[in-house]
């Protein structure tokens, strides 16, 4: 490498953290504040994580205005753990309804199943998971326990522009959205939400911290076989201390909360995502069909934009130039294929640019 910067890296998660955060993440690594300790050697209880944790939740809580009848918990077991932990705490066993626009929402259908009575109440699965099925069509039913879905689709590339109204569609169930591989780069309505989760190492910080985000009133619905840890209305009791919690995650995360705040807070993260999305979409749409992304434009990932080559057998030399011009982990997730640019808050709009530059160079010399 010859270029004074790291390489630019586009991996879906986890995935590239703020340069200035992992700096301070490792000026402190041995001594945090003069405690004499590494945030890994704390205990949980002492005055010195405690206050860590703190600032991470209220700063967390302002960036999202998170509103005082949301419990902010930190957990552990990733997206793929709520996809159990949310319908052994949600469903009361009964009826769950699942909006699948991607391989994440499939993937929390066929968990809930082991816990409800599971029914798909629309799905983009028949043109490949690249529209968003309007709100208008779903079938709700009125029993349900709640309604899933994930706001945005880290695999398929599949984004909600705004969350539905359930209420102005005639449902009274609660809203349950998987934000994992968005969260923190546009507001949350949160008067649409019930429960909001989402798994840090997309957005935030290391694997194994998830956060969720739950309304005080759904606190109280875990069945009888709910493992205590994961039950929100005892991690909520014990603020989120009832075994111990994924310390040097929060406290990385905690470091990403300032770091936005220094940026700007949501709305910053906001205009530059849209910002960079334009200029990727751009890129690709403007490449005389060079290369593709299949997505309706209504539907766009800002976050994570696949993309085809027209011709696939050119895939292996389009990856091993951009890892030689410093673009790192652009190759697209397995089930889908073709290639996939990550542009999470963490990535810098000069990033995307280095990518547009060598997409229009490979375009140029092998179209
Ligand atoms: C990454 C991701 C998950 C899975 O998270 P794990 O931590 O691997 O369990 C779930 N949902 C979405 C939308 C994701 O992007």
Redesign the pocket.
């Given at each position: 490498m010859s270029t004074t910067h790291r390489p630019y890296n586009f991996s879906?998660?986890p995935a590239v953290l703020p340069e200035e955060v992992l700096r301070e993440a490792a000026a402190e690594m041995l001594d945090w504040h003069g405690s004499g300790m590494g945030v890994m050697e704390m205990s949980h209880r002492g005055k010195e994580f405690i206050s860590i944790h703190e600032a991470a939740e209220h700063d967390l809580r302002a960036l999202l205005a998170v509103p005082p009848h949301f419990k902010i918990l930190f957990m552990q077991?990733?997206?793929?753990?709520?996809?159990a932990i949310v319908p052994l705490n949600l469903s009361r066993g009964g009826q769950v309804d699942l909006v699948v626009t991607g391989a994440?929402s499939k993937?929390?259908a066929a968990e809930a199943r082991k816990y409800a009575d599971v029914a798909i109440a629309a799905s983009n699965e028949a043109d490949g998971h690249t529209t968003l099925p309007a709100a208008a069509g779903w079938q709700l039913r009125p029993g349900a326990s709640y309604v899933h879905l994930?706001s945005?689709?880290?695999?398929h590339g599949v984004e909600f522009g705004a969350l539905p109204d359930l209420a102005a569609l005639g449902s009274d169930a609660p809203l349950v959205v998987?934000?994992?591989?968005h969260i923190l780069s546009r507001p949350i309505d949160w008067a649409r939400v019930g429960l909001a989760f989402a798994?840090a190492?997309?957005n935030i910080g290391p694997?194994g911290l998830?956060l969720v985000f739950v309304r005080e009133d759904l606190l109280d619905r875990a069945l009888p076989i709910c493992p205590s840890a994961f039950e929100y209305k005892t991690v909520a009791a014990h603020g989120s201390m009832f075994n111990t919690p994924p310390t040097y995650g929060i406290y990385i995360a905690g470091l990403v909360f300032q770091w936005l705040q220094r940026q700007g807070g949501v709305a910053e993260m906001e205009r530059r995502a849209i910002a960079k999305a334009a200029l990727l979409y751009g890129a690709l749409d403007g490449s005389g069909g060079f290369y593709a992304n299949k997505v309706a434009h209504d539907g766009r990932s800002r976050m994570n934009v696949p993309f085809f080559l027209h011709d696939e057998s050119l895939n292996e030399a389009f990856l091993a130039g951009a890892r030689a011009a410093g673009l790192l982990q652009l190759k697209g997730h397995k089930s889908v294929g073709g290639m996939r640019a990550s542009i999470y808050n963490a990535m810098p709009i000069e990033g995307v640019q280095a990518l547009v530059d060598y997409l229009n160079e490979f375009a140029r010399r092998h179209g």
């Open positions: 879906a998660g077991g990733g997206g793929l753990g709520e996809n994440w993937k929390s994930c945005n689709e880290t695999i998987d934000c994992s591989s798994g190492q997309k694997a998830t």
